[in-house]
């Protein structure tokens, strides 16, 4: 059973900085790339960033490039996302997701084959 668990949302203050983590299991995930969305309240679900398994290539949304840096931790099966200069835009809740790697980057949340259950970040201005 494919899992893929969020965790370090929290509250913090603009400007501040979160690093969320997602552990994957239930699967090798050796041909997959994973990525990070993030979801407000009445929009719809945003693209932040994406990374091959190995961790050698990364992409990421313009609005986060600069302040947001994926990585990951083969070893541990996990996923992180550092958020830094955190703005009150980037309050919503943000998903880990997984999809197979197909020879591009996908940025389409339909696109994604697993997906974690969201961890609230909270950005007070």
């Known amino acids: 059973q494919v899992q893929l668990v969020e965790s370090g949302g929290g509250l913090v203050q603009a400007g501040g900085s979160l690093r969320l983590s997602c552990a994957a299991s239930?699967?090798?995930?050796?041909?997959?790339?994973m990525g990070w969305f993030r979801q407000a309240p009445g929009k719809e679900r945003e693209f932040v960033a994406v990374?091959?398994?190995?961790?050698?290539?990364?992409y990421y949304a313009d609005s986060v490039k600069g302040r947001f840096t994926i990585s990951i931790d083969n070893a541990k099966n996990t996923v992180y996302l550092q958020m830094t200069s955190l703005k009150a835009e980037d309050t919503a809740v943000y998903f880990c997701?997984?999809?197979?790697?197909?020879?591009?980057?996908?940025?389409?949340?339909?696109?994604?084959?697993?997906w974690g259950q969201g961890t609230q970040v909270t950005v007070s201005s």
């Open positions: 239930g699967r090798s995930f050796s041909s997959y790339h």
């Open positions: 990374i091959n398994w190995s961790g050698g290539r990364t």
């Open positions: 997701a997984a999809v197979r790697d197909g020879g591009r980057w996908y940025r389409r949340a339909t696109d994604y084959d697993y």
